[in-house]
């Protein structure tokens, strides 16, 4: 049999396809993104989409459930709170054809806007949960969940985090096999997925009798797994919290769960007897912890010493079981007295002069999740609150009905076109219908950005680069009712400044649309083709190290020390520099340069 | 080459776009081929920003965590100074550490607000005495005529770091994961880089 090395994402890919999935759908976002994409350019028997978001997206793959065809849905931990008011009750209908839920945590938010711990939405929702450690297991467990779901009736979630998710191993490679649940739909089963009041009393038995049998499944499930070593320590642990410690303690006897919830209360309790003291490691909440303490048992271990917060590590697990006795290695160089480095905004990126325009407005921006986002860290600083897609629009208009007229020109909401369509929709829809007077601006990039340009519903291309329809945000402000509809150039500072502040004057929702700036990565959409010049150079004769051009935060401009003066006698501490195989040539510093000290230069 | 049936921790850093991933999916691919188990961690997300980004890729017997543990890091190869110096900690007295000639000015640095620290390769030889090499893998491709190959170049001297490895399973690894049209620049920047160590 083949064996390759698999991402952890792309073995979940590879595990739909031998599973037989017929359809996929996704929202992308930081660690689950490369799954669906991974389907879409791998997998042709597969239907995959980028659904507009995690709610979409759970629904399609319901559907296609309901309809007998093995689905999945995959996203980041955020997209469950976006997708939890389906997921909630397709606990209650269940499915057909196999349905898989795939969320990806982020433990240590690498990238995202919060902590959650997603075993929460089993427990929560009553559906059953697996938990891979490594890319083979990645693959398995997804095939397995299959399995599982046709045979309980149920949704199965398969969590995984950014060390599984992002982590390469070797998986050996299987065929397909298709399902062998026929497709087709039956009315006659009305009364399992219509879930008023009465058929939903019906079916709320019939989940407290699954998840029982799930419990005694759990019990005998082979992913469910006991090492016996010395049993002087025995472990409870899943995932990459049981591969850390499993490195750390090898000597010690495990118990490692491939299936977190429903917990396999008689292997956890059989295991307990078994060891002299149990020790309970895991990652974000004391999820396994609470459970087994509640069921009387003795832990000798457990979020006492381990932390709640971050992602745990080899050394942060010794370090928190051995105590005192741990030794760290010699600190050579204190990371602290390193200059940090920040992800930034990419030069020539339409982000930084819109930024820009809004600072130098002082205006208060309500901001979202994407790129964008980069616009708090200094020195720009000029975005104020992140708190989950569409927040800022609907932030924007509450804020506006708490200062009334004292607020007009100094707010706005700022939004991505991928996450304008996700989540944006309703808060300017709401600003229009309440009467309203916030300012909501769409940067349009063309693209889902930050996660690695995922295409969406206004970027014109299919997940398969399909040419499709593309969303016309005019025309959708318009239909929302509003009258107030402006186009700006960003790269243009003036112009930009000029319209934003006539629009957050104005006593009226308006809708401000960026034009023909796509991101500096979205080759197709050639971006460097606008600019008139490839590159700017420094003109030393004029300037006079005054700074003004760093403000922009952008990564081809830098500072070099050294006194000096200008041609005409200015005396300057030192000179900034354009580096040559950075500068796209965007003319943002140009506008911003009170000296003329920025010219076209030579690639 | 583990000798005593240890993992081998081998830790990568540098900057979002210098090509580090290449970089790991050869080292990869080699090790699996030769029949161990292997294990590589990194973080995506927004790197691709600019930011700094790490890869820890471990070989052997069998692997369990994917993450190397805090100070013991047997091999560091460092695409740019201040990121190789970040890690300095990570490695064990007796590491072996290969770092590209490259400074990339991070935000702190290009506002004038805070120095680059210029002193990496004094720092890795005061601690690591013959064990840190140097390699101006920029310079070697250029020569090449095409910067972009660096990354290559530093696979090529690092590969000195595993004399048990064969030539062949190098090259055999990069074409696998490279284009066609790539081959020929890259194969050359392997040898550039494997001559100049």
Redesign the interface.
């Known amino acids: 049999m083949k064996?390759e090395?698999m991402q952890g994402n792309a073995a979940i890919a590879r595990g739909a396809w031998e599973a037989g999935v017929k359809v996929a759908a996704a929202y992308p976002g930081?660690?689950s993104s490369e799954i669906l994409q991974d389907i879409a350019d791998n997998y042709p028997e597969i239907y995959a989409e980028w659904s507009p978001n995690e709610m979409v997206a759970m629904q399609v793959a319901s559907g296609a459930a309901i309809a007998g065809a093995r689905s999945m849905v995959s996203m980041k931990h955020v997209g469950m709170n976006v997708a939890a008011d389906a997921f909630m009750t397709l606990s209650y209908t269940g499915i057909k054809g196999g349905m898989v839920i795939i969320v990806a945590d982020d433990p240590n938010v690498?990238?995202s806007q919060n902590e959650q711990d997603s075993r929460n939405w089993a427990r929560f929702g009553k559906a059953p949960m697996l938990e891979p450690a490594?890319a083979q297991e990645c693959k398995d467990f997804t095939k397995i969940a299959f399995d599982i779901s046709e045979q309980f009736d149920t949704p199965v979630f398969l969590r995984t985090e950014?060390?599984?998710a992002?982590?390469?191993?070797?998986v050996t490679l299987e065929d397909r096999a298709e399902s062998k649940i026929a497709l087709g739909l039956d009315p006659k089963e009305a009364a399992k997925y219509v879930m008023v009041p009465i058929n939903v009393r019906a079916r709320r038995k019939v989940v407290e009798e699954k998840m029982k049998k799930l419990e005694e499944y759990a019990n005998t499930f082979k992913y469910n797994v006991v090492e016996m070593n010395d049993p002087s320590v025995g472990v409870i642990a899943s995932s990459?919290a049981y591969?850390?410690t499993?490195?750390?303690f090898?000597e010690w006897s495990y118990l490692k769960l491939g299936m977190v919830w429903p917990l396999p209360k008689k292997l956890i309790a059989d295991f307990a007897k078994k060891v002299k003291k149990l020790v309970i490691v895991e990652e974000l909440d004391p999820f396994f912890e609470t459970e087994i303490r509640a069921m009387g048992i003795k832990v000798w271990h457990g979020k006492d010493v381990i932390p709640t917060m971050y992602e745990l590590?080899?050394?942060i697990v010794?370090a928190s079981l051995k105590g005192k006795k741990y030794k760290?290695?010699?600190?050579?160089?204190k990371?602290e007295d390193?200059?940090?480095?920040?992800?930034?905004?990419?030069a020539g990126c339409s982000h930084r002069p819109l930024f820009y325009a809004l600072k130098k407005l002082g205006t208060f921006v309500f901001g979202d999740i994407g790129?964008y986002t980069?616009a708090f860290?200094p020195?720009l600083q000029a975005l104020h609150t992140t708190v989950c897609m569409g927040a800022g629009g609907g932030q924007a208009h509450g804020a506006m009905k708490a200062l009334g007229k004292e607020g007009l020109g100094k707010v706005c909401a700022v939004l991505g076109d991928s996450t304008f369509l996700h989540s944006g929709l309703a808060p300017l829809m709401n600003a229009v219908y309440n009467k309203g007077n916030s300012t909501t601006i769409v940067l349009d990039n063309r693209i889902t950005g930050?996660?690695?340009h995922q295409e969406h519903a206004g970027s014109g291309f299919t997940v398969r680069q399909e040419p499709t329809n593309m969303v016309d945000y005019e025309e959708i402000g318009k239909a929302l009712g509003v009258k107030s509809i402006r186009k700006i150039d960003p790269y243009d500072i003036k112009g930009t400044m000029e319209i934003l502040k006539e629009e957050m004057a104005k006593d009226e929702p308006s809708l401000i649309l960026c034009k023909d700036s796509p991101c500096m990565?979205l080759r197709r959409a050639k971006p460097l083709e606008k600019f008139k010049n490839p590159v700017y150079t420094i003109d030393r004769d004029k300037c006079r190290g005054c700074?003004l051009c760093?403000e922009i935060?952008c990564?081809a401009?830098?500072?070099r020390?050294g006194a000096g003066q200008t041609a005409d006698g200015h005396k300057r501490k030192?000179t900034v520099y354009i580096n040559p195989d950075q500068c796209v040539g965007c003319e943002v510093c140009v506008q911003i340069c009170k000296y003329d000290a920025i010219v076209p230069g030579k690639k | 080459m583990n000798k005593n049936g240890k993992t081998t921790n081998i830790f990568l850093s540098g900057?979002?776009g210098q090509g580090t991933i290449l970089a790991s999916?050869i080292l990869?691919?080699i090790f699996?081929k030769a029949g161990y188990?292997?294990?590589?961690?990194?973080?995506?997300?927004?790197?691709?920003?600019?930011?700094?980004v790490t890869t820890h890729f471990r070989f052997g017997k069998k692997?369990?965590?994917?993450?190397?543990?805090?100070?013991?890091v047997d091999f560091l190869l460092s695409f740019e100074e201040?990121?190789a110096?970040?890690y300095?900690?990570?490695v064990k007295p007796e590491g072996k550490i290969l770092i590209n000639r490259q400074q990339i000015?991070?935000?702190?640095?290009?506002?004038?607000n805070?120095a680059?620290?210029g002193d990496a390769e004094k720092?890795f030889k005061k601690?690591f005495k013959d064990n840190i090499r140097m390699i101006d893998g920029q310079g070697v491709a250029k020569q090449l005529g095409n910067a972009q190959a660096a990354n290559v170049v530093l696979v090529g001297a690092f590969s000195n770091f595993f004399p048990d490895v064969k030539e062949t399973a190098w090259i055999d690894a990069i074409k696998g994961l490279l284009a066609p049209k790539l081959h020929d620049l890259n194969v050359k920047a392997f040898y550039e880089g494997r001559k100049a160590l």
């Open positions: 064996r090395i930081t660690p690498h990238s490594d950014t060390r599984v992002h982590a390469d191993s070797p990459a591969l850390y499993k490195e750390v090898p590590s080899p050394e010794e760290a290695p010699k600190i050579k160089v990371p390193l200059p940090r480095r920040p992800p930034n905004l990419c790129c980069l860290a020195p930050m996660t690695g990565l700074k760093l935060n990564p401009i830098s500072w020390e030192g | 900057v979002g999916n990869a691919e699996l188990d292997v294990k590589k961690a990194e973080v995506h997300g927004m790197a691709q920003r600019g930011g700094d692997v369990y965590s994917p993450l190397i543990k805090y100070g013991d201040l990121e110096l970040r300095i900690n990570w000015f991070p935000p702190a640095v290009s506002l004038g805070m680059y620290p720092t601690y």
